[in-house]
């Protein structure tokens, strides 16, 4: 029997989940670093997984596992999700509270999406700078998404300033379009 690396198990949570903002704030909350085995069981939960599955996947006790997180990750989740004076009635909580409070990423993370308005007339085009970004997850996710919006809304400040560019050289190029013609009439 090959034991999987820690590591690599219940690798689906990182796709879906804020872990290491959500590793961070849970170690304040329990006033010390994760552990590895809480780490790996917090994977478990977010990717879905029932403490009875994760102990299999992991080759432990189902009794074991659950003792051990309702000692530890359990705990640290209520305080992050200001739950403590709640009883966890299902394991279901923990993903339901954490997606709550932020920690679950936007069906968008990883996608480069933005809602740009242009208005193309005839002999122009005019588009709206982006005002709004949403993401679930804020802190480090916010953060980049912010960025993002900034190097939009400068691209297409950039863009409107080459629009009017062309627009004017259009306008000068017709003037000399109309000067030549001029100048071609016998008179």
């Not at 090959?2 to 290491?20: G, H, R, S, Y």
């Not at 780490?39 to 102990?55: M, N, T, V």
């Not at 193309?120 to 802190?139: A, Y």
Request: charged share 30%.
């Amino acid at each position: 029997m090959t034991m999987i690396p820690i590591k690599e198990q219940f690798v689906e949570a990182e796709n879906a989940w804020d872990l290491e903002r959500l590793y961070t704030d849970l170690a304040e909350a329990k006033g010390r670093t994760l552990s590895p085995t809480e780490k790996l069981y917090l994977r478990g939960l977010l990717s879905g997984h029932s403490p009875a599955e994760i102990a299999e996947k992991c080759h432990k006790s189902a009794g074991g596992v659950k003792v051990y997180l309702s000692s530890t990750v359990y705990q640290y989740v209520k305080m992050l999700a200001n739950k403590e004076n709640e009883k966890l009635e299902n394991w279901t909580n923990i993903r339901k509270w954490l997606e709550g409070i932020g920690y679950k990423r936007s069906s968008l993370y990883g996608k480069n999406v933005f809602n740009l308005t242009c208005n193309h007339s005839t002999q122009s085009t005019q588009c709206q700078k982006i005002d709004n970004w949403n993401v679930n997850s804020p802190s480090t996710r916010e953060i980049e998404s912010k960025h993002e919006l900034e190097k939009a809304n400068l691209m297409i400040e950039q863009r409107n300033k080459e629009n009017e560019l062309l627009r004017q050289q259009v306008s000068d190029l017709r003037e000399i379009i109309g000067l030549l013609k001029k100048a071609e009439k016998p008179e």
